[in-house]
């Protein structure tokens, strides 16, 4: 009971961005499961998968993925390849591996795991959807914008009908969507939908939530491509601070917000102001994601 009292908090903790505590609420709550109940049982094999995602949001890759191939090995031995707890738990490696940059790998598991769901679970379940939305996430990463973009319309409208338009997944769908509509130069809807997720997640999840300021940097974006640069400079250095504050100064997802506003003050020709956070930008990269990941080399 203690056990699953601290994996419950910990989930809380970690929806409302506090990676932090939840990493050591998850890491209290596997000692103890595996204690009492073994190393291999369901329930620790659980947690251990919460701690891989909440070491994902703090940009801790290489641990996450261990931790979650951990649990995904048992998951397979306890339940087999094809049980909806294990294809989640392909689902969430897949993640991983995304923020590690292994796209190609990624797509495949996505796409298999997809397959699998809709025969499982059916088209319209919220795991099923988890993945459609998942899928079109690499699609992008890829620079498959149109693809891209038909999946993600799914993973929206799906989520509308499941969750409701004002919940987080949802949300967080539409400003996805938002992005490659903006890498197609469809910039009016991309920033409509933008918009709208901003203010609702600020009343849901609040301002300074890490997935609150994740919008806010990817509307700076819409705008800077727009040559809005007055308005996204201050959305940008915004979501930047939130960031440093949340997540740390050395997260992969604050390192993109350094290089956006490199870039932005770039095209400024604010030249001097730009020079200190490219050469940030591109050693953080360096030190937390390894030479060849591709946010390193963009």
Known sequence: NSATSLGNIALVLQRQGKYEEAEAMNRQAIEEKEHVLGKEHLSTLISMENLAMVLKEQGKYKAAEQMCRRALDGKEKALGKEHSMTLQGMNNLATILQDEGRYKEVEQINRRVLEAQEKVLGKEHTDTLT???????????????????????RAVAGREKALGREHPDTLLSADSLAVALCKQGKYEEAEELQRHALASLQKVNGRDHPHTFLVLANLAATLQTQKKYEAAEQMTRQALEGKEKRLGPEHPSTLLTVANLAFLLHKKQEYAAAAPLYARASTGCVKALGPSHPDTLM
């Open 131 to 153: 993945s459609v939305n998942n899928l079109a996430s690499v699609l992008c990463e890829q620079g498959k914008y149109e693809a891209a973009e038909e999946v993600y319309r």
